[in-house]
């Protein structure tokens, strides 16, 4: 392997985890804005919090195992 398909490689790898990590809040983000009406989250008082913390959770522990793989 030539060091030009290796440093593609490793770009490739970190775009791709970059990607998945920044499709966690969409994810969350679409699924709370699709208006739905029997969501039981939606009439709880903390369910917006809850929804962030969803998300930073999510692409927390997305970053931490990229990282321990050296993926970033």
Same mark, same amino acid.
């Given at each position: 392997?030539?060091?030009?398909?290796?440093?593609a490689?490793?770009?490739f790898?970190?775009?791709?985890?970059? #990607?998945t990590?920044? %499709? +966690?809040?969409? !994810?969350?983000?679409?699924?709370?804005?699709?208006?739905?009406?029997?969501?039981?989250?939606?009439?709880?008082? #903390?369910?917006?919090? %809850? +929804?962030?913390? !969803?998300?930073?959770?999510?692409?927390?522990?997305?970053?931490?195992?990229f990282?321990?793989?050296?993926?970033?």
């Amino acid at each position: 392997m030539s060091a030009g398909q290796q440093r593609a490689g490793d770009d490739f790898k970190k775009i791709s985890s970059w #990607a998945t990590i920044l %499709f +966690a809040p969409t !994810l969350v983000g679409t699924i709370y804005g699709m208006n739905f009406e029997v969501m039981p989250e939606l009439h709880w008082a #903390a369910g917006y919090p %809850f +929804a962030i913390l !969803l998300m930073a959770v999510v692409c927390t522990s997305l970053y931490v195992i990229f990282k321990k793989r050296d993926w970033l």
